[in-house]
């Protein structure tokens, strides 16, 4: 059984930071990511990464306070989120693609989805 399992989301003071963790099992990834939704709204690419690491995207709104990370001995993949803005706030999901080794940016591309971490930010 595949499952992805987020962890690490809350409640911060906007500028503040948090660190989402989720650990994969049943199954390795070819890439992994980050959405986000807040409500009323669709759910929307945030960051993700390949394999090996060596290549990382982001939404044009995150780039330069959010860093996705993987560690593949632990199969899990991190997202570390600084300057944080109440817009920010939303469940944060993570998933996983076994068909994309690299440039998934878009829901239809990933095959696992975890149940999601809310994110709060506080202005």
């Known amino acids: 059984q595949v499952q992805l399992v987020e962890s690490g989301g809350g409640l911060v003071q906007a500028g503040g930071s948090l660190k989402l963790s989720c650990a994969a099992s049943?199954?390795?990834?070819?890439?992994m990511g980050w959405f986000r939704q807040a409500p009323g709204k669709e759910r929307e690419f945030v960051a993700a990464i390949s394999w090996s690491g060596s290549w990382a995207g982001y939404a044009d709104s995150v780039k330069g306070r959010f860093t996705i990370s993987r560690d593949n001995a632990k199969n899990s993949v991190y997202l570390q989120m600084n300057s944080l803005k109440p817009e920010d706030t939303a469940v944060y999901y993570c998933?996983?693609?076994?068909?994309?080794?690299?440039?998934?940016?878009?829901?239809?591309?990933?095959?696992?989805w975890g149940q999601g971490t809310q994110v709060t930010v506080s202005s």
């Open positions: 998933a996983g693609t076994v068909r994309y080794r690299l440039g998934a940016t878009r829901t239809v591309q990933y095959d696992y």
């Open positions: 049943g199954r390795t990834f070819s890439s």
